[in-house]
T-cell receptor, first 112, second 115 residues
Framework: SQQGEEDPQALSIQEGENATMNCSYK?????LQWYRQNSGRGLVHLIL?????REKHSGRLRVTLDTSKKSSSLLITASRAADTASYFC????????????FGDGTTLTVKP | GAVVSQHPSRVICKSGTSVKIECRSL??????MFWYRQFPKQSLMLMAT?????????EQGVEKDKFLINHASLTLSTLTVTSAHPEDSSFYIC???????????FGQGTRLTVV
């Protein structure tokens, strides 16, 4: 079953603005990963954050993790039209044996 | 990063026929691969875990006789949708991990349309 919930479901912003997406989960995790999916395409791995980490950066991406609240956020700064895509969080728990449980995703539209 | 190749990227088949989808890890060996299904505008649902040299482990509600999984080598897993029906039309995606790795590498996905 899916344990991740993301909000908002859809987000529309202007180029140059920042985009923040949130992910909540229900059970203990080993790590949480964010993925990007362009329409009708496969997934691209963006960033992984482990349960003992609180924040990670990668280029224009910033991910936070609050295990006490069982939530994570993905911030994309200075967004570009090319960032338009769906973004999913995925969790892996201590007993998941390597499989990921995906959230519902946030559809981001960046208008030029 | 590692490469996982999925083939075909798109397939259209007639109701009642079977379709095979391949998932290959091109530059690493994967003892475990995962198969997901994604309906339009929805998230990915794990269907099964493919284990090299042994039977696949299916998630609750997934018909193992309908979705046959074979992981015959360390670089190849196949998903066969048997006796396909229009409701099987979906996007199917596989993933694989390097031994001991935490990052999952995804294939490009296969868009199956059953007519």
């Amino acid at each position: 079953s899916q344990q991740g919930e993301e909000d908002p479901q859809a987000l529309s912003i202007q180029e140059g603005e920042n985009a923040t997406m949130n992910c909540s989960y229900k059970t203990s995790i080993n790590n949480l990963q964010w993925y990007r999916q362009n329409s009708g395409r496969g997934l691209v791995h963006l960033i992984l954050i482990r349960s003992n980490e609180r924040e990670k950066h990668s280029g224009r991406l910033r991910v936070t993790l609050d295990t006490s609240k069982k939530s994570s956020s993905l911030l994309i700064t200075a967004s570009r039209a090319a960032d338009t895509a769906s973004y999913f969080c995925a969790t892996e728990g201590p007993t998941n044996a390597g499989k990921s449980t995906f959230g519902d995703g946030t559809t981001l539209t960046v208008k030029p | 990063g590692a490469v996982v190749s999925q083939h075909p990227s798109r397939v259209i088949c007639k109701s009642g026929t079977s379709v095979k989808i391949e998932c290959r890890s091109l530059d690493f060996q994967a003892t475990t691969m995962f198969w997901y299904r994604q309906f339009p505008k929805q998230s990915l649902m794990l269907m099964a875990t493919s284990n090299e040299g042994s039977k696949a482990t299916y998630e609750q509600g997934v018909e193992k006789d309908k979705f046959l999984i074979n992981h015959a080598s360390l670089t190849l897993s196949t998903l066969t949708v048997t006796s396909a029906h229009p409701e099987d039309s979906s996007f199917y995606i596989c993933s694989a991990r390097k031994p001991g790795g935490t990052e999952a590498f995804f294939g490009q996905g296969t868009r199956l349309t059953v007519v």
